[in-house]
């Protein structure tokens, strides 16, 4: 089943501290936005990739794509100043999808069988997101005091991507937008149109890239993988 996926590039990565957007910092000799990118490049169900990117990062991106063989972009929108925009920008771009993803582009370790359980989700339920189970003991806490110690069974850490009908999403992120409601994904857009979203059990490997120390996993599942 084919599908188009939408990838946030916009960011600043502030918590990475690296002077410049943190997709480009490089794991093996290339750029995490790359790995991200190659993902979807070698998945033939993916048929389109559209990538929200600063505009004064349009061009060195577009040097990257071309110097790494990344052919499925079919267009680059300006993004916002929250990711929830940036999203939204490719949203408005996307004309006649079926299927559509959401990934952010700093989680370069997403793996295709999981894509595809998602896209299969969206297709039978509408709207399906990807997540691990929490493995830690989970405790709600106030001013520094423990006030309860939650039930961990029923508890998941999302992850992108997060998989639509496409219908879905336009709608959920147009009344976001005339609600000025800023939510901390796409998930809760669609939660609010009161339609139910699924989960798919992802891999604990598919981390986002945030700080200095996701380097050292990155680099470490790298080796895992590929050896060396
Ligand atoms: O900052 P964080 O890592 O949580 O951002 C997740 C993804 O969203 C990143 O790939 C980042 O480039 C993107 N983003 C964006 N526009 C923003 C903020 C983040 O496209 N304004």
Not at 88 to 115: E, M, Q, S, W, Y
Not at 132 to 158: C, F, H, Q, Y
Not at 163 to 190: P, S
Request: proline fraction near 3%; hydrophobic fraction near 40%.
């Amino acid at each position: 089943m084919q599908y188009d996926v939408i990838l946030p590039a916009a960011g600043s990565g502030k918590r990475m501290a690296a002077g410049k957007n943190k997709l480009f910092l490089e794991l093996r000799q290339k750029p995490i936005l790359i790995h991200t990118l190659e993902v979807f490049q070698q998945d033939e169900a993916c048929k389109g990739i559209w990538l929200a990117v600063k505009p004064e990062e349009r061009s060195y991106i577009e040097s990257l794509l071309a110097e790494f063989h990344i052919t499925k972009v079919k267009g680059l929108p300006d993004g916002g100043s929250e990711r929830q925009h940036s999203v939204n920008a490719c949203v408005k771009k996307v004309k006649d999808g079926n299927i559509v993803l959401v990934h952010d582009a700093a989680r370069p370790f997403i793996t295709i069988p999981i894509i595809h359980k998602l896209v299969e989700a969206a297709h039978t339920k509408g709207a399906a997101i990807a997540g691990v189970r929490a493995k830690d003991t989970m405790k709600r806490v106030k001013d520094g005091v423990i006030e309860e110690t939650v039930d961990r069974s029923s508890l998941w850490m999302i992850q992108t991507p997060q998989a639509f009908d496409f219908q879905v999403l336009k709608c959920a992120e147009q009344r976001a937008e005339e609600e000025h409601f800023l939510g901390t994904d796409e998930a809760m857009l669609v939660e609010r149109l009161g339609q139910s979203v699924y989960i798919v059990e992802s891999s604990y490997e598919n981390v986002k890239i945030t700080t200095k120390e996701d380097l050292v996993f990155g680099e470490a599942i790298l080796s895992q993988r590929i050896g060396g």
